[in-house]
């Protein structure tokens, strides 16, 4: 029986010569999955046209996986409690889609009896590491194939071979730049922009081209650290994000240039777009702010870079992740509230916040006569706070020479 392989399908040149390539090269049957976790198509029939791709280049089954709602509610929302930025600014946006797109491959790949999986990663990227930790975590007994790694092969060469194959894509030999592009947001890179002192043209932006000039404030509603409303109007966490990042995009706040550290060892300047994911984020620890108690707070700011950068290097599937997925969602119980943002071109900030489960007490935090606080409690509290300093500085503490000691 002929060994089945099932290969993560983007529909694009360097996947669809994948399907062949596996075919003549290692023998094996190609099942094609392509998971929509967000990136713009152009709808059902373009989902459609990349079915007909794969099973043009060979595929003996192409299956499409609309994921764009778990994408949202088991991806998304865990990094925006964690308020999730790899370096304090990537906001995570391939790293996301990848353990999404592995739950299928592994899934399909029971499903279609297949032995081994495949990606058309390169070996100087992040996302290799992302789909075969990922599938060895989730499938263990899984082989993995990674065919741009290995077959040498130009742009050039593939197209001429999707030529040859006679494979129905449509590409030129003068690609401007490497785009992924989900629910979350959109990475760009290659072209131009590897050279890191060439600003991005503006030609490399879509979701953030701003169209909107009049300000205007948007409510965001939280429940539990997740997002349920936008202007008090009830939204599932897909339907929020779809319309932040349209509505905060117009704005044309949301972009990020950077000089990112790959896990492989590698600089690389990334430039991203993600209005949606960087204007929930604000809002969203704004809120903890308001809701969060002191050292709970604390302790979880500090577990956030780690958070993000187990996701950012593929361990989505793994037991530190595991266990800081419960903290945070214990951390979430009361960040309940609602978040008023203002938007003006190129602008995005916070100007109000309010909580049923406030932690602000306005009776202790004013300075008006009338406030609630004790004040004659603060001596006290200050003399023993500072007590062991006082001890030490008595005993041990650099003593201050006066003025004309040797």
Known sequence: MTKRVVLAYSGGLDTSVAV??????????????????????????????????????????????DARREMAEDFCVPALQANARYEGKYPLVSSLSRPVIVRHLVAEARRHGASAVAHGCTGKGNDQVRFEVGTRA????LEVFAPARVWGLTREDCIDLAARWEIPI????????????????????????????????????????????EPVEVVVGF?????????????????????????????????????????VGIKSRETYEAPGALALVMAHSDLEDLTLERDLHHEKARLEPRWAELVYDGLWFSPLKQALDAFIAESQRH??????????????????????????DYGLATYDATDTFRHEDAAGFVRLWGLGVATWASRQGAKIPAEGDA
């Not at 990042?245 to 949301?254: D, I, K, R, T």
């Open 335 to 360: 960040v309940t509230g609602e978040v008023r943002l203002r938007l003006e071109p190129g602008r995005c900030w916070v100007v109000g916040r309010r909580s049923p489960v406030s932690l602000y």
């Open 20 to 65: 062949r390539w596996l075919m003549e090269h290692e023998g094996v049957e190609v099942v094609a999955v392509a998971v929509d976790v967000g990136q713009s198509t152009g709808g059902d029939d373009d989902w459609e046209a990349i079915r007909n791709r794969a099973l043009a280049a060979g595929a003996v089954e192409a299956v499409v996986v």
């Open 170 to 213: 449509t590409v030129t030999k003068d690609k401007l730049y490497s785009i992924d592009e989900n629910l979350w947001g959109r990475a760009i890179e290659a072209g131009v922009i590897e050279d890191p002192w060439n600003r991005p043209p503006e030609d490399v932006y879509t979701m953030t081209r701003p169209t909107a000039a």
């Open 138 to 141: 989730l499938a263990p007994d």
């Open 223 to 263: 429940e539990s650290g997740a997002p349920v409303s936008v202007d008090g109007v009830a939204m599932s966490p897909l339907e929020v994000i779809q319309h932040m990042n349209a509505v905060v995009g117009s704005y044309g706040f949301g972009r990020l240039d950077m000089v990112e550290n790959r896990r």
